[in-house]
């Protein structure tokens, strides 16, 4: 048995074209968004990324401590607050704005401070481009204060309108100047070291602390830090205002 030949009509014909041109405008589109990146998943407060770990949260702060393997990227993530990050390792990092090409790649240091003013929502995502492990320990503040504390307790290293940082790099046997804390701080290990630890009444503590250690204190503090250790170690003092 034939099959008749049935000539199509124009109005088929129309319909045709214009359904191979939806498909391929489709298909296009999909290339675009894959391509540049725009086909991205949705993006999630930032406590709830699987590679920002909470390891403490009050009502004056939230920390976290970040660990993103060679080769891993994170999700888009979003910071809604003033925020201090201490980098903890050196590899090569790179990140994205949400909605933007991915930015240069650049080195991070053990020790490096990031003081970033909020100024609204802010989602991207980092990759990390080295060989190493990148660490960062991340330090949100839920509040501005409305009386800012107009002293600092030692030489500035980085700030915001919520906090001022302050690092000491010691090498063996070096001691901090006696300093006074008068609002509530975070000290944190940059590297393992023993720390020493002296009131001004003369009483003293020592401590073998690692990096990424880090203890709270919520009361008026005044101290001198030493290293009682043979190799150099760094601390970082994140302070409220």
Same mark, same amino acid.
């Given at each position: ?66 660990? +993103?393997?060679? $080769?891993? %990227? @994170?999700?888009? =993530? !979003? *910071?809604? &607050?003033?925020?201090?990050?201490? /980098?903890? #390792? ?79 790099? +010691?090498?063996? $046997?070096? %001691? @901090?100047?006696? =300093? !006074? *804390?008068? &609002?509530?701080?975070?000290?944190? /290990?940059? #590297? ?50």
């Amino acid at each position: 048995m034939s099959i008749p030949h049935v000539k199509p009509s124009a109005t088929n014909m129309k319909s045709i074209h214009h359904g191979l041109a939806r498909a391929c405008a489709t298909s296009v589109l999909l290339f675009w968004l894959t391509a540049t990146g725009a086909a991205q998943e949705a993006p999630v407060p930032v406590e709830q990324e699987p590679h920002h770990h909470v390891v403490l949260k009050n009502n004056d702060v939230l920390v976290m401590h970040v660990v +993103l393997p060679a $080769g891993e %990227t @994170t999700l888009y =993530h !979003t *910071h809604s &607050r003033d925020r201090v990050s201490v /980098a903890l #390792t050196s590899t090569m990092l790179a990140q994205q704005e949400l909605g933007k090409p991915e930015g240069k790649p650049g080195m991070t240091h053990p020790g490096d401070i990031s003081a970033i003013t909020s100024n609204g929502p802010y989602t991207h995502r980092l990759r990390n481009l080295g060989p190493a492990t990148f660490e960062v320990v991340d330090v949100e503040f839920f509040h501005r204060p409305d009386n800012p504390s107009t002293t600092a307790a030692a030489p500035v290293a980085a700030e915001n309108p919520s906090a001022r940082a302050y690092k000491w790099v +010691l090498a063996p $046997g070096a %001691t @901090t100047p006696m =300093h !006074t *804390h008068e &609002r509530p701080y975070l000290i944190l /290990a940059v #590297t393992p070291m023993q720390l020493k630890m002296s009131a001004p009444d003369g009483r003293t503590m020592t401590h073998a602390i690692n990096a990424g250690d880090f203890h709270w204190i919520d009361a008026k503090v005044t101290h001198t830090l030493a290293n009682a250790g043979s190799t150099e170690g760094e601390i970082v003092e994140i302070e409220l205002k």
